[in-house]
């Protein structure tokens, strides 16, 4: 079923072409989404190709495309090797992620993803893990809020936040996501409100969803189920996300899993990957006119070795 509504894709010619697809290959989308990225790849797949579409969050399922040669994994993308194991796939041609949430997350006003909206604060992608992001606004110590504000925000004004947020919570209970709203508005600038509000619903969401955990052990997992000759496309929303990214492509350690990052330091750089991308893809001009969300998308192809 198409779902143009459910998330516009990005780069999806960047990405098509960096994977280079070959019709009888073997391919994981590990992040399905609305599918706007599967279903490119399900085009140039022949009767012999197969895609696994990953997503953590069941709501993707539903309108996920009924193609003989595809099959829909809902799990979180961490687990991909495990996975591919279950299918006795013995390697993968091409591999795509791309971070983060989709539209239809944002656009759900019950989830707690926006602030555009006033819903429990929740924002879980996986609705059954046990950690929402009201457990994280009212349990944790301010130290630990104002670290996460500061790491997954990039927000200068992390101890502040933090401080006003454990200040209120001694007195009321922190439901909804126009509680949180209304308690750190006073303290962002008008102009950069919406723009610091952003940054603090996402500096929690990364939190709650153990993103970037979930991003290195899942690069792991991607590198030793790719073929020789197979690729990997990541996109990135996030500064820290792209350094994760960058890195590992970098110092990946050989088909074992260990980490290169000595011997490339004694000049000897064998990690598993060689950039095809040669650095970072971003979004064309035009592409950020009709999708803004595209506009902090930075893509990184590489090539195992
Ligand atoms: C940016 S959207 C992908 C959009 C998709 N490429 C498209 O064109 O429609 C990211 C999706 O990945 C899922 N996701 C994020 N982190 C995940 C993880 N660790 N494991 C599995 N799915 C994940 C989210 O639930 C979301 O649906």
């Known amino acids: 079923m198409d779902c143009p509504t459910y998330h516009i894709p990005v780069m999806l010619n960047e990405c098509m072409e960096g994977l280079d697809i070959k019709p009888d290959g073997i391919y994981a989308d590990l992040t399905y989404g609305g599918g706007g990225h599967s279903r490119e790849i399900i085009k140039r797949l022949g009767k012999g190709g197969h895609l696994y579409g990953f997503d953590q969050d069941n709501d993707a399922k539903d309108g996920a495309t009924d193609d003989e040669r595809f099959t829909f994994v809902h799990s979180n993308f961490r687990f991909v090797a495990n996975w591919m194991q279950y299918y ?11 971070l983060g949430v989709s539209s239809h997350h944002l656009d759900d006003g019950e989830r707690g993803f926006s602030f555009r909206y006033d819903a429990p604060l929740d924002m879980r992608m996986n609705r059954r893990s046990l950690t929402t992001a009201h457990d994280i606004v009212m349990d944790y110590p301010e130290g630990r809020l104002a670290d996460i504000m500061f790491m997954y925000g990039e927000l200068k004004q992390s101890r502040r936040i933090a401080a006003e947020i454990a200040r209120h919570r001694k007195q009321k209970d ?6 949180l709203a209304d308690i750190v508005v006073p303290l962002l600038g008008r102009e950069r409100e919406k723009k610091d509000l952003a940054r603090i619903f996402q500096a929690l969401r990364i939190e709650v969803n153990g993103e970037m955990k979930a991003l290195e052990e899942m690069l792991d997992a991607a590198t030793s189920v790719l073929k020789k000759n197979g690729r990997l496309a990541v996109i990135t929303y996030h500064s820290l996300e792209d350094r994760i990214v960058k890195n590992h492509i970098r110092y ?13 330091i004694f000049g000897n750089p064998t ?12 979004p064309s001009d035009e592409e950020i006119r009709n999708n803004p969300r595209s506009r902090s998308a930075k893509l990184r192809i590489a090539e195992k070795r």
């Open 88 to 98: 006795k796939v013995d390697g993968v041609d091409g591999i795509l992620a791309d």
């Open 271 to 282: 990690s598993a990957l060689k950039d095809i991308s040669k650095g970072v893809i971003v």
């Open 252 to 264: 990946s350690g050989a088909e074992n899993g260990n980490d290169n990052r000595e011997a490339w």
């Open 174 to 179: 922190i439901k909804t996501t126009g509680q």
